[in-house]
């Protein structure tokens, strides 16, 4: 996983094993993949395709982390968190919460193990439980781009 910290977004998600930052950095359109790309939060300073902030506070770049705002969490990051608990093994406000108490590193850290592929050692989609750089060839042929399967290893 990449371990930039700049890869952590304000509400606590990890873009690192975003779909949209996979398939870009992987270049998967070229695979005859069609996902949509997307460079990170942080780095392309712009509003998330999946979270689709509209919040103020973020956009104008007045909060590091959303722990930092007075009405954290709001009822939009808890919906967030309650769709990525149950479809994308990952919450934003654990995210936070462990961002608060440890730092940024230490959740790098524990991300990268959490996330890594066991095949071949590189990053586990969040999305879809796919590895980009072993699995190509699971992603061609799964139906559901953006939903894990019933058994994480199988994709279909
Ligand atoms: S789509 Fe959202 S979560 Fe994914 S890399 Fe972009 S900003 Fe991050
Ligand atoms: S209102 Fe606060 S907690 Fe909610 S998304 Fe904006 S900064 Fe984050
Ligand atoms: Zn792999």
Redesign the pocket.
């Known amino acids: 996983m990449d371990k930039n910290p700049d890869l952590v ?1 304000p509400c606590g ?1 990890n ?1 690192g094993i ?1 779909s ?2 996979l398939a870009s950095t992987h270049d998967i359109k070229k695979q005859g993949i069609r996902m949509s790309y ?1 460079r ?2 942080r780095p392309r300073n712009k509003q ?4 689709k902030k509209q919040c103020r506070l973020l956009t104008e770049g007045k909060v590091n982390f959303c722990f930092e705002c007075p009405d954290y969490p709001c009822d939009r990051l808890k919906t967030i968190d309650k769709r990525y608990r149950e479809r994308y093994h990952m919450s934003m406000l654990e995210n936070l919460s462990f961002i608060k108490e440890h730092g940024i590193d230490a959740f790098t850290k524990k991300e990268e193990e959490k996330w890594q592929c066991p095949d071949c050692g590189r990053t586990i989609c969040c999305h879809n439980g796919i590895c980009f750089d072993c699995g190509v060839d699971r992603l061609k042929i799964k139906k559901e781009l953006y939903r894990w399967g019933e058994n994480p290893n199988k994709a279909v």
């Open positions: 977004a998600m873009c975003c949209g930052y997307c990170g939060c998330c395709a999946f979270l």
